[in-house]
């Protein structure tokens, strides 16, 4: 089943400590990335990568990491997290870009409270 | 840049009723669009597409028309359920682009 795996799917956590949330898809896409989700904000994208070891800041990157070390995974580090990143995040992934696009992939989502 | 502006909610309807979300963009060029739908507790899922002008998206009953001279993509459905309520969005993907720019989302709820 073709499919993007988030984990965990909610996470409680302190100011500061470091804390990493995973991304796996089996369905061999080129492009992957992250948004946060906020009210009346819809989806905002934290970082994005086209391909193994290339990656790029979206439109809210303060605050967080990335790596795309192998094709299938894209984890999301926030090495200090604080307060105003407490969110609901989505990873997602898909392949080809305009008219030969295929639909976005998304995850579960994490829900993530930083206290 | 490119932007998505899709009607606030929340929306409330009765089963049966027609529903319609607005959605007008700005982009370059020839983008495709999509909406994309959330159920409680999910991740998104793609509801319909359209990549180029006049096209027509359809779906578990939704529709929306790609319509280049007003910059919209309408979504619209002739007789909720129940199980529509969800929340919407409409998104955007440029021709020379991987990226998905999303509007802020409409949730819609449906009573029986």
């Known amino acids: 089943e073709a499919q993007v795996t988030q984990n965990p799917r909610y996470l409680i956590t302190v100011t500061g400590k470091k804390l990493t949330v995973t991304c796996s898809q089996n369905?061999?896409?080129?492009?992957m990335s992250w948004y946060r989700q906020d009210p009346g904000l819809g989806l905002r994208q934290i970082y994005y990568?086209?391909?193994?070891?290339?990656?790029d800041k979206g439109d809210v990157p303060e605050g967080y990491k990335v790596s795309r070390k192998e094709k299938r995974n894209f984890p999301l580090i926030l090495e200090s997290p604080s307060p105003n990143q407490t969110s609901l995040y989505f990873c997602a992934s898909s392949f080809g870009q305009g008219p030969r696009r295929t639909e976005a992939f998304f995850g579960q989502g994490t829900r993530l409270t930083v206290v | 840049g490119n932007s998505v502006t899709q009607m606030e909610g929340p929306v409330t309807l009765s089963e049966e009723a027609f529903l319609t979300i607005n959605c007008t963009y700005t982009a370059t060029g020839y983008p495709s669009l999509f909406w994309y739908v959330q159920y409680p507790g999910e991740g998104l899922q793609l509801l319909l597409k359209?990549?180029?002008?006049?096209d027509k998206g359809s779906n578990k009953g939704f529709e929306a028309t790609y319509r280049k001279e007003t910059t919209s993509f309408h979504l619209e459905k002739g007789s909720v359920q129940v199980s529509d309520s969800a929340v919407y969005f409409c998104a955007l993907s440029p021709s020379n682009d991987y990226k998905l720019s999303f509007g802020a989302g409409t949730t819609v709820t449906v009573r029986a």
């Open positions: 369905m061999n896409h080129e492009y």
């Open positions: 359209a990549t180029k002008a006049d």
């Open positions: 990568s086209m391909n193994v070891e290339v990656t």
